[in-house]
């Protein structure tokens, strides 16, 4: 029997215009009646996660999110983490320095939850205002965080991928040690994401698993982009809303009929009630 059901926020369990859609409020409600722990698993920060989601906040009792792309796990409801991993300052610097150097915006997240913004474009302004609050960094560098740790860096396209995937080129002919250390990803058709090495949203969903005693084999995991596709081949059941792009379709073991706007989770619990 499949006891959680993770799933990714933007474009999966949120709508297109970060709200939570009805019939995911009912569908997580189901979920919890049969016992089963619905999981978020995001790379946005823990209490940016559970704003977006206070139609549901009551339902996520004794529950975890997951966030910074697997980089934290937090029982709900708690303030300290369980679990953590960061970015070396000096490796968080280095990325930070060769994306803008290309001219690219930029996100650093500490953990204490605050994100932190260079460069960002009205378009990327637009994209997150109501949704996720981000601080303008007062400078070029990292110098003004102090000792504050860095949880990931990104960059950010609101045009596409196309040349984010030039700058991850770019940043692997400038120092290829540099990006080896660290796990790197797409998000959002928008974002090109940097963790520490190892760290992503199956790391994250194992990790949970294996403290909660619970087998991979019954998991669930939801997602639309490559953020989520080490998470979608980690569990036991891997599924793609239908607005997933390419790749993640053909790595999930279902496809659902369901869009992020239709309420896709509202699918999942359904598919679940008849296994």
Known sequence: MHTIVASDMDETFLDHTHAVPQANVDAVRELRERGVLFVPASGRAYGSILASLSPIRDLLEGSYVISYNGGCIHRVGEKSPLAQSELSRSDAERLLALGRAAGFGAHAYTMD??????????????????????CDAPEEGMAFLGDAKVAKVLFVDPDGLERL???LERMRAADADLVSRTEWTFSSNRYLEFNPAGVNKGHGLRRLASALGIDMADTVAVGDSANDLVMIAAAGLGVAVANATP???AAADVRLDATCDDGAIAEVAHMLAHE
């Open 113 to 134: 939850g605050t994100c932190w913004g260079w460069g960002l474009v009205e378009a990327e302004r637009r994209y997150l205002r109501g949704h996720m609050e981000i």
């Open 165 to 167: 995937r030039g700058l």
């Open 247 to 249: 790749e993640v379709a």
